[in-house]
């Protein structure tokens, strides 16, 4: 076929309209992206060098540390939960199914310093210790166990989420057809169940991997140096934001290829499944087995939600409520009202960038797959890398346009609220991509090529066939990415009008000052602001 | 069909947000302040009941504040840049984003080591960060510099913050100008010898662990311990001025930083913008402004708060401020060199 025959082709799909909102909606992501490659023009040689000589090799080694254990242990934590209590029968087992996922609300930066505050030499615990032990007892916990353990505690929902909707929705039949092969337990699931979530497994390993890449808060508790520390070190400390901005285009660059080669390996297979679950029949497991199920799922609840809850809690008390005006209520609506928000617009134009990539093959589909990039950057530079586009918008557009229009030119974008919800969908439209993908792979083709045969127009077949069969992955997408929102700093503190603080400036005001205790009240309302959706999403996931 | 009534809701609702950050009436200053909320907003109010002028404000880190305001550039709203640490204001100004103001009334009322020397920006409380030690375990008569603490008899008894904070790299900066650049490294590669446990990331943690007995001294600003102090008078870790005595430059003082300010370059209303810098630098507000942080007043006709006063006077290093700024990519470099984290 002729270039210009395919282009003629491509150009005259009925789909035209779908794949130009989808190259817009890419283009948008990828300007404050280019902004920071565009950095590259004036290499900053002489930073490169110091870091290289003295930080870079050890930052990197770090950060690999960090990638693998944090890779590992999600790994490890979200597919045994999620199996466990999708297949398994044991005491508990259906107040676990929704209770694993509470951990998700939880800020990682949060957890950290609750771990601290817990376990560190000067903590109460160690202090307790001490008492029993003599004085010169006591060990640092400020380690890269420790970081890898906060890290993994608060991120193994993404991967306990989507591995549980995979399994919940691989066919009854193949699982009994394994069966009936002679599969046992075990064998099932490492060669049919785990191969076959396999995009939800790699699309939650994923997203928790880019978080911890992009993480600075929580390391910064700890002062565990990464490489995000040097993007930082050449921001604030030498005041080279373009250093800052080369070094962020690098972990950029490292993240694309991890998602080209993660997509490349899965080839072309199809993950396509048939019906869910319907007469699931769960493994019953025996006492001993049961009870130590039972135990791991409760230890890892209390590690990652009581735990922080509990001190959270007790330092709240201890703080009082002096912070509890009208002032505080402000900030918690502010919270609500962006990420509900937020939350609806990222997650309608995930829905319409996945679909661009279901009826585009190869490269195309690649392009589209770009858009999600935005989720690996530190919060704050592309907070700055979409200040910078947006403020050249303001400057170089609109402000000609409101002289020409014979008004007094001011900047419209910066500081608008429209501002601060794109930062949000560019940061988190990876986050809603992972789960609707993942739940799109799983339609089948013939499904809506059958509603097509029988005469069903385009939106037509999008309202009947795909959305209901969506729904799920639509849930998880609205919950992940409203909750993340509530959670988000950087992007928030710059891009805020006036007057819009939310939680997490309090939090930031707060520990920014070093006053954990008074950063426990708007934490511990962050918190169970976050859980609302959860909570709901696991009604409307049970209602069907 | 639910989801396209979702979408445009959101949209809808969106755009009905977006007016709700009109402008309140009559004459206003726009601040961006990198001390938080709880340290500017009671001083704020009590300029706007005095004035009648309102002040809107956006708080966050003077790095991405720095950013916002350059890429802003002449049509930035923003009058006033607060931000803490001179190093951040140097690189304000270094970046052409505060404008020259020459006032007679900032000159009386703040000493010109704490102010730039070409006007563009002002000092308004001084934070010091000096030598606490643990009450229990270290006589204080064996401590004398920050110098000493590289010293042996300090192995393994040292805590520190990171290096990252720009705390120390102003005060590592200014010990390059008393001590020249080979033995400033000299003492920072001693400090780090010294260090008991890796370097924490506040000044509270220092405090703690010397509390809890992991190390013996440390370095923080006053007010944290004063702040911690004032919550636990029983806490066991005391404060040391710093520099006090001995040959020069061992002699210098307390290193003294400040939080300060200054007039945009954007600004449209530079008088009223520095009508509010004079006010802040004038007795009754200073005592506020200090007070709020237990920072101690610029102004030496302000008396620091009580909680201070029981600390005693010290000498503070006279070297002007701008130094701290200056050196600190110098500063930071040693630091990596040196291993200091």
């Known amino acids: 076929m002729s270039p210009a025959v395919s282009a003629?082709?491509?150009?005259?799909?009925?789909?035209?309209?779908?794949?130009?909102?989808?190259?817009?909606?890419?283009?948008?992501?990828?300007?404050?992206?280019?902004?920071?490659?565009?950095?590259?023009?004036?290499?900053?040689?002489?930073?490169?060098?110091?870091?290289?000589?003295t930080q870079l090799p050890g930052l990197i080694a770090n950060t690999v540390t960090l990638m693998l254990g944090v890779g590992l242990l999600v790994s490890l934590l979200g597919v045994s939960l999620a199996w466990c209590t999708v297949m398994c029968e044991f005491p508990g087992r259906a107040?676990?199914?929704?209770?694993?996922?509470?951990?998700?609300?939880?800020?990682?930066?949060?957890?950290?310093?609750?771990?601290?505050?817990?376990?560190?030499?000067?903590?109460?615990?160690q202090g307790f210790l001490r008492g029993l032990l003599g004085s010169s007892w006591g060990v640092d916990v400020r380690n890269e166990a420790s970081v890898i353990v906060v890290f993994s505690l608060v991120l193994y929902p993404y991967v306990y989420m989507l591995a549980r909707s995979a399994f919940l929705s691989q066919s009854s039949e193949t699982l009994e057809v394994a069966r009936v092969l002679g599969c046992s337990a075990r064998q099932s699931f490492f060669r049919v169940a785990l191969p076959m979530a396999r995009p939800a497994i790699a699309a939650g390993v994923g997203l928790a991997l880019m978080e911890t890449l992009a993480d600075f808060g929580t390391v910064a508790v700890f002062n565990y140096d990464t490489f995000t520390t040097a993007i930082y070190k050449s921001w604030f400390g030498f005041f080279s934001l373009q250093a800052a901005a080369q070094l962020a285009s690098l972990l950029l660059l490292f993240v694309a290829l991890t998602l080209f080669a993660e997509r490349h390996s899965r080839g072309r297979s199809q993950f396509v499944q048939g019906a869910k679950l319907q007469h699931l029949q769960r493994y019953r497991l025996s006492g001993p087995l049961a009870a130590a199920v039972t135990l791991f799922c409760s230890l890892v609840l209390a590690m990652a939600f009581v735990l922080p809850m509990l001190q959270l809690i007790s330092w709240a008390i201890a703080a009082g409520d002096s912070q509890l005006n009208k002032r505080f209520f402000d900030l918690l609506?502010?919270?609500?009202?962006?990420?509900?928000?937020?939350?609806?617009?990222?997650?309608?134009?995930?829905?319409?960038?996945?679909?661009?990539?279901?009826?585009?093959?190869?490269?195309?589909?690649?392009?589209?797959?770009?858009?999600?990039l935005g989720y690996a950057l530190p919060g704050s530079v592309l907070a700055v890398g979409i200040m910078l586009s947006f403020s050249w918008l303001d400057q170089q557009l609109l402000a000609p346009l409101q002289s020409w229009l014979g008004l007094v030119p001011r900047p419209l974008l910066m500081g608008s609220v429209l501002t601060l919800l794109a930062a949000y969908w560019i940061r988190f439209l990876a986050v809603a991509s992972g789960p609707l993908e993942s739940a799109l792979e799983r339609v089948r083709p013939s499904l809506p090529e059958v509603a097509r045969t029988l005469g069903a127009g385009n939106w037509r077949v999008l309202r009947e066939v795909y959305l209901p069969l969506l729904r799920p992955g639509v849930l998880t997408a609205l919950v992940l990415v409203f909750v993340d929102v509530m959670k988000e700093m950087p992007a928030t503190l710059l891009l805020r009008p006036f007057g819009w603080d939310t939680l997490a400036v309090r939090i930031f005001e707060m520990t920014a000052e070093g006053q954990w205790q008074l950063a426990a009240l708007p934490a511990l309302t962050l918190v169970l602001a976050g859980l609302l959706p959860v909570v709901l999403s696991i009604r409307a996931s049970r209602g069907r | 069909m639910k989801f396209r009534l979702l979408l445009v809701l959101s949209l809808l609702s969106a755009l009905a947000a977006c007016g709700r950050s009109e402008a309140p009436a009559g004459p206003q200053l726009v601040v961006y302040s990198s001390r938080i909320e709880q340290l500017i907003k009671p001083i704020f109010d009590q300029f706007t009941a005095d004035t009648g002028v309102q002040i809107r404000y956006v708080t966050d880190s003077a790095g991405p504040l720095l950013a916002r305001l350059r890429a802003e550039g002449g049509n930035s709203p923003a009058d006033v840049l607060v931000t803490v640490d001179v190093g951040n204001l140097w690189q304000a100004a270094e970046l052409g984003l505060l404008a020259e103001q020459s006032s007679a009334q900032l000159q009386q009322n703040v000493p010109a080591s704490?102010?730039?020397?070409?006007?563009?920006?002002?000092?308004?409380?001084?934070?010091?960060?000096?030598?606490?030690?643990?009450?229990?375990?270290?006589?204080?008569?064996?401590?004398?510099?920050?110098?000493?603490?590289?010293?042996?008899?300090?192995?393994?008894?040292?805590?520190?913050?990171?290096?990252?904070?720009?705390?120390?790299q102003s005060l590592v900066a200014t010990m390059i100008s008393a001590n020249g650049a080979e033995r400033a490294e000299q003492v920072v590669r001693g400090w780090v010898d010294n260090l008991a446990v890796p370097p924490f990331s506040s000044d509270?943690?220092?405090?703690?662990?010397?509390?809890?007995?992991?190390?013996?001294?440390?370095?923080?600003?006053?007010?944290?311990?004063?702040?911690?102090?004032?919550?636990?008078?029983?806490?066991?870790?005391?404060?040391?001025?710093?520099?006090?005595?001995?040959?020069?430059?061992?002699?210098?003082?307390?290193?003294?930083?400040?939080?300060?300010?200054?007039?945009?370059a954007a600004s449209k209303q530079p008088e009223l913008a520095l009508q509010l810098l004079e006010w802040l630098s004038a007795p009754a507000a200073q005592q506020a402004f200090a007070e709020l942080n237990q920072e101690f007043p610029v102004n030496p006709q302000t008396p620091p708060s009580a909680l201070l006063q029981h600390w005693g006077n010290f000498a503070a290093d006279q070297v002007p401020v701008v130094e701290a700024g200056r050196r600190q990519a110098e500063a930071i470099r040693m630091m990596d060199r040196a291993g200091y984290r």
């Open chain 1, 8 to 53: 003629r082709r491509w150009l005259s799909t009925p789909l035209l309209g779908l794949r130009a909102a989808g190259l817009l909606l890419v283009a948008a992501v990828l300007a404050p992206v280019l902004v920071l490659v565009g950095s590259w023009l004036n290499p900053e040689v002489e930073i490169w060098q110091h870091l290289a000589s």
């Open chain 1, 95 to 125: 107040a676990f199914e929704w209770l694993l996922m509470l951990p998700l609300a939880v800020p990682a930066y949060v957890m950290a310093f609750v771990v601290l505050g817990v376990f560190d030499f000067g903590g109460p615990l």
């Open chain 1, 333 to 372: 609506l502010h919270s609500l009202w962006l990420a509900g928000i937020a939350a609806g617009l990222t997650v309608g134009l995930a829905l319409l960038l996945a679909f661009c990539r279901r009826f585009s093959r190869g490269r195309w589909g690649n392009v589209f797959a770009t858009a999600q």
């Open chain 2, 114 to 168: 704490l102010r730039d020397p070409q006007s563009r920006w002002v000092g308004l409380s001084i934070r010091a960060r000096t030598i606490v030690y643990s009450s229990d375990r270290v006589d204080p008569a064996a401590l004398s510099s920050y110098e000493q603490l590289a010293d042996d008899s300090w192995s393994g008894r040292l805590c520190l913050r990171t290096a990252k904070k720009v705390y120390n």
């Open chain 2, 204 to 264: 509270n943690k220092v405090i703690e662990a010397i509390a809890a007995g992991q190390c013996d001294v440390g370095v923080v600003n006053s007010y944290y311990l004063a702040r911690m102090k004032a919550e636990d008078p029983s806490l066991p870790v005391a404060l040391f001025w710093a520099n006090q005595s001995g040959p020069a430059p061992l002699n210098r003082g307390v290193h003294v930083n400040i939080s300060g300010a200054g007039v945009t």
